[in-house]
């Protein structure tokens, strides 16, 4: 890996790639750009079969230039660096920063691989990567550009072996709130590699984990625990709390195979009292006027015979 500090103070680690690797995208691009010419040439050999050996001369350096010069720049500056071989190999052109390559860095590229590449067929970019700590030949050391590999093999992720049985929820009341994640992945990174280990060795190493891992929690191993067992047990009971917090049902949610809670039952609604409106205010009695109700509706008086 190759440390490359940006303007930010940020270490990149970034794997630059090797000649093997280098030029077999150098082989692919030519092929491909030779191809290209090979067919612009046939056509412009026809399409200039009537004008004088000045201007087929003058044709064909254009073309050569074009081509073979013009295309590949113009190719890596509008991918950021990504020819078609380097795409295939997986590689990128990027500056010693780390940030993706311009115009004028392609444009020193292209112009001293006429040099190294074309004129010398390969013979100096061979000698200066070989000789380059980076692998870089003449044209990245001019541009200021450095060639890495994009697509990395992927770690093999090892599994941490399980605790002895009768260790299996001995820690479940164990604080863990204090142990730095460097502590946990170093002694991840024991466990994983622990039958690799020398057996003194690896004893060491597990009490020099285990007496930190204790200063951390406070919690020392169970008497005739050995060392490697208590972090084992340790690092099982941090997995298993990780993997409820992450498994665990959200509010609302039923887990499968768990009874639902029941409903809350709700007291009945109490009817508004609704006032029964006033008796009509009767007023003082008024004695009739048998003539005056004897017209239009019965008073029930009679009047005398």
């Known amino acids: 890996m190759s440390g490359l500090v940006t303007g930010d103070a940020v270490v990149l680690g970034l794997q630059p790639a090797r000649l093997p690797s280098r030029a077999l995208a150098v082989l692919i691009d030519l092929v491909v750009v030779w191809a290209a010419y090979l067919l612009i040439t046939?056509?412009?050999?026809?399409?200039?079969?009537?004008?004088?050996?000045?201007?087929?001369?003058?044709?064909?350096?254009?073309?050569?230039?074009?081509?073979?010069?013009?295309?590949?720049?113009?190719?890596?500056?509008?991918?950021?660096?990504?020819?078609?071989?380097?795409?295939?190999?997986?590689?990128?052109?990027v500056r010693d920063d780390g940030g993706p390559i311009r115009f004028r860095h392609a444009l020193v590229r292209g112009a001293m691989g006429v040099v190294e590449i074309l004129m010398t067929f390969g013979v100096v970019a061979c000698v200066a990567s070989l000789v380059s700590e980076?692998?870089?030949?003449l044209g990245d050391v001019f541009a200021g550009t450095l060639v890495v590999r994009e697509r990395m093999p992927a770690a093999?992720?090892?599994?941490?072996?399980?605790?002895?049985?009768?260790?299996?929820?001995?820690?479940?009341?164990?604080?863990?709130?204090?142990?730095?994640?460097?502590?946990?992945?170093?002694?991840?990174?024991?466990?994983?590699?622990?039958?690799?280990?020398?057996?003194?060795?690896?004893?060491?190493?597990?009490?020099?984990?285990?007496?930190?891992?204790?200063?951390?929690?406070?919690?020392?191993?169970?008497?005739?625990?050995?060392?490697?067992a208590y972090l084992a047990g340790v690092v099982a009971e941090r997995q298993a709390r990780d993997a409820r917090r992450a498994f665990a049902p959200s509010a609302g949610v039923v887990a499968?195979?768990?009874?639902?809670?029941?409903?809350?039952?709700?007291?009945?609604a109490v009817p508004p009292v609704v006032a029964s409106p006033a008796p009509p205010v009767v007023g003082p009695a008024v004695e009739s006027d048998p003539a005056v109700e004897s017209k239009g509706r019965p008073t029930g008086f009679a009047p005398p015979a």
């Open 42 to 93: 046939l056509g412009l050999t026809v399409a200039t079969a009537s004008l004088d050996e000045a201007a087929v001369m003058a044709v064909s350096v254009a073309s050569f230039l074009l081509v073979l010069v013009g295309a590949p720049i113009a190719v890596e500056t509008l991918s950021h660096g990504r020819s078609l071989g380097k795409l295939a190999c997986g590689l990128r052109v």
């Open 134 to 137: 980076r692998g870089r030949r």
């Open 156 to 228: 093999r992720v090892l599994a941490v072996p399980p605790p002895p049985p009768w260790l299996v929820g001995r820690f479940a009341g164990i604080d863990l709130s204090a142990v730095p994640e460097a502590l946990w992945l170093e002694i991840r990174q024991y466990l994983t590699r622990a039958r690799e280990l020398d057996p003194v060795v690896g004893r060491r190493l597990a009490e020099r984990l285990a007496d930190e891992l204790v200063a951390r929690t406070g919690t020392p191993p169970p008497a005739g625990v050995p060392a490697d």
């Open 256 to 268: 499968p195979g768990a009874v639902p809670s029941p409903a809350p039952v709700l007291a009945p």
